[in-house]
């Protein structure tokens, strides 16, 4: 069963989930130590502000810290009171309104207050309780005040200590977090990459390469992001909703419980934004993958797109790209912008509404009444619920495109692919057969019919034919881009199947038409960087071929810079350097694709003698467009529409005047016509 694109985001991360555990252990530190400081404000507030509002006894000495001295005399707060304490009296002290009053007796402090001349009347349920209370001056009160200073300067020092503390652990959780993505999404591009170099060339044949690097760089961006980013925020918040729920039911069950309400809310919502998301995102990436192909190719084709005038052609081909682009992100950041802020003010002005009803009319009356410290908790609490929760909406976007990339990228790495696998093999003698060759490139319409051919060691086989013929079919199928579907092809007897792809290569050369060299040095582009070929191999290479003519002429010679493709290179240069490639390498088996098709003249001399130097003692397949440069082979096979007409060498093909005549005849009297 194929597994889901989150499932297989999971299973990357799996991978490091140590480092990703350690990080999480640091997370729930932190929220545990900062989710302390609302009930270490509860605390104080409650016990030591507020706390003096309460019954007080009076003792008969000043013993203790806690005692208190009012008009001669020394009172201790009832929870101050130890057991072996001995109280010859009793005092209230109640708030009304911003007052307090000292009342020389035990009153409830339960119920609704009122001061009506003097007299301080308490109503609780249908009793009502009228005393006598002396209002306290602030010098009065003060007293009562100084035995908390301690214990609140304790408690707002272990609260600082314990945001330290969190930080710590913070720094911890963020290090190790992005630690792990960036690990996590380094394995992800290393294995995108290496998978590129196992799937059948056809792949991108189909595809243009711009659309491939977007994969490799674009959309594992994005996962980065993913990984970076969005499931940090999505753990941080989730691990501070689960610590700030457990708060709310710890002060009170009823609200924390409407508070749940929250969860299914964002659920759904997050369901709603993953399908209108995913449907914008997938328009985006794949449209962001055909702007990359369109610069690339438009890069490459410059010259030919000035040359026919066709600038404005290609900017409104462009242009419809990004206007697609363009409509698509204003539908994203719409669909952003109506309901996730909103959502959240929405759903946090509920909350408050409804917290404000339910202590308003509920708890704070006769019955029951909840204290300032809980009021306090509460709402820090709620308003540090809404904090993850808008952290998570916002994401939502950078979530939806890393899915949706996620998505583009295990969508090639399913592609079929092969292992490398690069044990060495005896070099080959050279013995090349076709047996009953037949290939399609698409299963249907077949390029090559029943191909049967035999190349011995050492012999050089040319092959011939107009355009669309095969000839860089069997080239291809030799060099096993492809597999036939029928027939079979064997070196020395073995059949190329029976090997891998890297093995069939390791003993055989290519030279391209138009030869490809790499940014690099001209040196480097010898040896491919390979450490068995030295440098001095590498010239050695460079000077049979005849390449050292123009390189001494170089300013750094053979460590001459090359520019990607060799642009500052003739045609006739790279394809010498491509020669000294083939040679240093040292190949049995060598494959010369119309090596000399796009070469003038006087260059090609140049080249017939580095050809012959490379030909020499090695299998030679030459692909030909130039009859007179073949005219040696030991064989010419003439291809026509996939099938072999004629065979033989250069004298016997005059001879029978048949396709292969026609051509030279065809090409000697273009021939004269240019000399003449």
């Given at each position: ?13 799996m ?8 990080g ?7 929220v545990s130590?900062e989710?302390a400081?609302?009930?270490?404000a509860?605390?104080?507030?409650d ?10 006894y009076q003792?008969?000495?000043m ?6 001295s009012?008009e001669g005399?020394?009172y ?6 130890e057991a072996?304490?001995?109280h010859?009296g009793?005092?209230t002290?109640?708030q009304v ?6 009342i020389?007796?035990e009153?409830t ?9 003097g ?13 006598q ?9 003060y ?10 300067m ?8 314990l ?9 911890g ?11 996590i ?8 990459f290496a998978?590129?170099q196992?799937?059948?060339i056809?792949y ?8 491939i690097?977007?994969?490799?760089t674009?959309d ?7 990984y970076e980013?969005?499931?940090?925020v999505?753990i941080?918040?989730?691990i ?6 457990i708060?709310l ?8 419980l ?6 299914p ?6 369901k ?5 998301g995913?449907k914008?995102?997938?328009?985006v990436?794949?449209t962001i993958?055909?702007i ?13 797109i000035?040359?026919f ?14 206007t697609?682009?363009?409509t ?17 003010n ?8 409804t917290f404000?009803?339910?202590f308003?009319?509920q708890?704070l ?9 809980v009021l306090?908790a509460f709402?820090?609490y ?17 979530l ?7 998505g583009?990228?295990?969508e090639?790495l399913?592609?079929t692919g ?12 050279g013995h090349?057969?076709f047996?009953s ?5 698409n299963?249907?319409?077949y390029?090559l ?10 012999q ?5 034919g107009?355009?669309g ?7 291809n199928?030799?060099?096993r881009?492809y ?6 092809i064997?070196?020395?007897g073995?059949?190329t199947?029976?090997l ?7 003993h ?7 030869p ?5 040095t ?5 040896t491919?960087n390979?450490p ?5 191999m ?5 000077e ?9 002429k170089?300013?750094?010679?053979y460590?001459?810079?090359v520019?990607e493709?060799g642009?500052?290179l ?6 010498l350097i491509?020669?000294?490639r ?7 088996i060598?494959?010369l694709?119309?090596a ?23 299998t030679?397949l ?8 073949i005219?040696?082979a ?15 060498n250069?004298?016997q093909l005059?001879?029978?005047e048949?396709?292969?005549?026609q ?14």
């Open positions: 069963m194929k597994k889901t694109t989150e499932r297989r985001l999971f299973d990357y991360a991978q490091f989930k140590k480092v990703i555990l350690i999480l252990v640091c997370l729930v530190i932190a130590l989710l400081g609302p009930f270490i509860k605390r104080i507030i016990e030591h502000i507020n706390g003096i509002e309460t019954t007080w003792v008969a000495e013993d203790d810290r806690y005692t208190v009012y005399s020394y201790k707060r009832a929870d101050r009171l072996n304490d001995k010859i009793s005092a002290i109640l309104k911003r007052a307090y009053y000292f020389p007796e009153v402090l339960e119920g609704k207050r009122e001061l009506k001349d007299t301080i009347t308490i109503q609780t349920g249908e009793q009502e309780i009228s005393v209370g002396e209002r306290l001056s602030l010098s009065e009160l007293p009562f005040f100084q035995p908390e200073q301690r214990p609140i304790y408690l707002l020092v272990l609260y600082v200590a945001l330290l503390i969190a930080a710590f652990f913070q720094f959780k963020t290090y190790n977090l992005q630690k792990a993505s960036n690990r999404v380094q394995k992800m591009r290393n294995d995108v998978h590129t196992k799937v059948p056809n991108y044949i189909n595809r243009p390469a711009g659309k690097v977007a994969r490799i674009n594992t961006e994005a996962i980065r992001d993913l980013r969005v499931l940090s999505f941080t918040s989730f501070y909703m689960a610590g700030i729920y708060a039911f710890i002060l009170d069950i009823r609200l924390a409407f508070c749940l309400l929250l969860i809310i964002i659920y759904i919502w997050m709603v934004y993953k399908y209108f995913s914008y995102n997938k328009v990436r794949s993958s055909e990359n192909g369109n610069i690339n190719e438009s890069i490459q084709g410059m010259p030919i000035q040359a005038r066709k600038e404005k052609q290609i900017k409104e081909e462009f242009e419809a790209l990004n697609r682009h363009f698509y992100q204003r539908k994203l950041v719409k669909l952003s912008a109506l309901t996730s802020h909103n959502l959240v929405v759903l946090r002005n509920i909350a408050f509404v404000i009803w339910y308003g009319s708890s009356g006769i019955e029951s009444i909840v204290t300032v410290g306090y709402v820090d709620l308003t540090r619920l809404f904090e993850p929760v808008t952290n998570m909406v916002n994401q939502l976007p950078l939806e495109q890393a899915r949706v990339g996620a583009r990228v295990f090639l399913d592609e092969e292992e490398p696998i690069h044990t060495a093999i005896d070099k080959y003698k090349v057969a047996e060759v037949s290939f399609s490139y299963d249907e319409e390029v019919k029943d191909i049967n051919f035999e190349i011995l060691p050492g050089t086989a040319a092959f011939v107009h355009t013929s095969g000839k860089s079919s069997i080239m199928l030799l060099f881009f597999d036939p579907q029928k027939g079979k064997t070196i020395d073995v059949d199947q029976s891998s792809r890297q093995q069939i290569r390791s055989m050369g290519i030279v391209l038409q138009d490809f060299l790499f940014t690099g001209i040196l480097s582009n010898v491919m390979d068995d070929i030295s440098r001095e590498a010239i050695s290479a460079l049979a071929v005849g390449a050292d003519k123009f390189i001494n170089l300013p750094e010679n460590d001459e810079p520019k493709g642009s500052t003739s045609m006739g240069e790279r394809q491509s020669f000294a083939a040679l240093a390498f040292d190949p049995s060598l494959i694709d119309e000399t098709a796009n070469i003038d003249t006087e260059t090609e001399s140049i080249i017939q003698q580095a050809l012959e130097v490379l030909k020499k003692g090695r030679t030459v692909i030909a467009h130039r009859l007179s440069t005219q040696q030991d064989q010419i096979l003439v291809l026509d529409h996939g099938v072999i007409k004629e065979r033989g250069h004298n005059l001879e029978e048949g396709l292969y005549y051509m030279y005849q065809m090409q000697k009297g273009q021939l004269n016509r240019k000399v003449m």
